[in-house]
Every structure is written in C-alpha cells, then in structure tokens.
C-alpha cells in the first residue's frame, strides 16, 4: 500500500487536499498553475488547439470531481498528465476510428479515389510546410510518428523536465522500461531527421 506521508512536501499535493477540505481557492491555483501547461503537452498529442483546450477542461473537471475521493498516491503532476496524457490518447484512438470509418464510406461510394487525393494533397503541403519550418518543427514531426509510449517518453522528458521515475509512474511502466523508451525513441528521431542533415 502506498504511503500517502510520501507526498506531503508536495506543495501542489497540498493545495488539492486544501481543495479538499473545501479551500476553492486552493482548486484556483492549481488551475492557474497547470492550465497552459496542460493545453500544450495535449496539443503535442492532437495537433489541434481547440481541442486541446477542450480536452484540458476535462482534466480539470476529473480533478474537481476527484475532490472528496482523492488520496495523494503520487505527485501532483504525476497525477494530473496521466489524467491529461489518457485523455489524449482516448481522443487520437476516436480520431483513428473515425477516419477509418470515414475512408470505408468513401470507398464504397466513390470508388476511393477522391478520398486518396485528398490524403496525397496533405502530405504534400506537410512536406511543403517542413521545408518552411526550422530544426523544432521538424523534430516534432519525427515526435508525432513515434509509437504512444515512445512519444509520451519523449514529450514528458523534452518538453516537461519530468525524471525517468515521474515518466514511469504516467506511462505505468518501470524506469529501466522508461530508459529503453527513450533510448529507441533517440535512434528513431536520428534516423528521421538524418535526410535533413545529408551533405
């Protein structure tokens, strides 16, 4: 059983049991101090910022909901982008399936071919774009292709500042797991962004 006295020099841990206690405040600055944060790690997810705003507004509504149930098992922030990162990833699987769906209509009705023009046409203009961007829009777009978990590793680490024990706890995974993640995530991001760096 996890001992919950572990968290408590947690300043952020202490404001949700503040929160608890009926301190709405407390809720306040935990939303202030988390709210852009969030947005963003998600945008890194689903490349849409409304959605990513949306999406982050459910975060903090579990949270609010997590009020007379919560129990520090982790850091705060821990908590909070696993709530943020299983929220994306539930978005991009709807995402999948809709498309999915969506190319099964048009194949059947249109023969498909439309539908994989339209596919082509994006890839060109992401191309296009690639070539506007400098080296940090490449390096996300590598990012993006990455598997979930390598992804997560790499967002959490790059982008958050989190310890390889933090990233353990969000992904559910051990730390030596967390170090192989990263690790083949690093080959994967040489290896894309190698036709970038060519004579």
């Known amino acids: 059983m996890t001992d919950t006295s572990n968290y408590l020099s947690d300043d952020d841990v202490i404001l949700m049991l503040k929160f608890q206690q009926g301190d709405n405040s407390a809720f306040e600055q935990l939303l202030e101090k988390y709210h852009a944060p969030i947005i963003n790690f998600i945008f890194k997810f689903i490349a849409d910022r409304f959605e990513a705003e949306d999406l982050a507004q459910n975060v903090f ?4 909901r997590s ?3 919560y129990v520090p098992r982790a850091k705060f922030s821990t908590w909070i982008y696993t709530i943020a ?5 539930n978005e991009l699987r709807r995402k999948r399936n809709r498309k999915e769906s969506s190319l099964e209509e048009t194949i059947e009705n249109e023969g498909g071919n439309m539908q994989k023009q339209r596919a082509d046409n994006n890839v060109s203009s ?4 690639l070539e506007k961007q400098e080296l940090a829009g490449i390096v996300k777009e590598v990012i993006d292709s990455l598997p979930q978990h390598q992804k997560t590793a790499v967002i959490l680490r790059r982008y958050e500042n989190f310890s390889y024990d933090e990233i353990a706890r969000v992904i559910g995974c051990s730390v030596s797991a967390v170090k192989s993640l990263l690790s083949r995530a690093k080959s994967a991001l040489k290896e894309g962004l190698a036709p970038y760096f060519k004579g």
């Open 61 to 64: 509504l579990s949270i609010y």
């Open 67 to 69: 009020q007379k149930t």
């Open 85 to 89: 990162r299983n929220l994306a990833l």
């Open 126 to 129: 992401a191309a296009k774009e």
